[in-house]
């Protein structure tokens, strides 16, 4: 979109493709928005189309992870535009600019915040309606370890069990309703 702006600021392609990657890299790969900024040139890798990503600053092992071709091509493209700059600045900028992104597609968000984290608890969500297994979808969020996805699980959980409870209470008041009438 030319006219999209973030903050009231009318963005530049440089921005632009910034946002772009950082937006793919989060709903691709579901990671925190300081585990992104902190990516450079030196973790992504063109001859194996991967990407470096360290375990969290306390454990600093680092692991390599398959890149879709169309995240690798965002990336590309972003090269191009970007210069010497380093890869991802202004991470409140960024967070604004992603606020715009989901704010403008109509996701709501009752509490106001459309920050990365949503993506993340979304493929959480995804996880367990498709039976990952819970250390899987631990692994994939790189949670140190898989106490903090089981809450998350558990949360999803609790909330289609609150869910199942209100349709069952709405079909015995719909169902009741034409009885009600014949009487």
């Not at 006219?3 to 921005?15: I, W």
């Not at 946002?19 to 579901?30: E, P």
């Not at 680092?62 to 890149?67: C, I, L, S």
Request: hydrophobic share 40%.
């Amino acid at each position: 979109d030319s006219g999209f702006a973030v903050k009231g600021v009318k963005t530049t392609p440089r921005k632009k493709a910034m946002l772009r990657l950082y937006v793919m890299v989060s709903a691709c790969y579901a990671l925190r928005q300081q585990s992104i900024l902190s990516l450079t040139r030196e973790d992504f890798n063109e001859e194996t189309f991967t990407y470096r990503l360290a375990k969290g600053q306390r454990h600093g092992e680092a692991f390599a992870r398959a890149m879709h071709p169309t995240v690798w091509s965002a990336y590309c493209n972003y090269l191009e535009v970007v210069g010497e700059y380093p890869l991802f600045t202004d991470g409140s900028w960024l967070s604004a600019g992603v606020k715009v992104i989901l704010t403008q597609a109509g996701v709501e968000a009752s509490n106001g915040r459309h920050g990365l984290h949503r993506i993340r608890r979304a493929f959480a969500t995804y996880c367990y309606h498709q039976g990952i297994p819970l250390e899987d979808a631990a692994a994939a969020l790189n949670h140190a370890d898989s106490s903090t996805t089981e809450r998350v699980y558990q949360d999803i959980n609790a909330k289609q069990q609150r869910a199942s409870l209100a349709m069952a209470s709405f079909a015995d008041h719909f169902l009741g309703i034409p009885q009600q009438l014949t009487e």
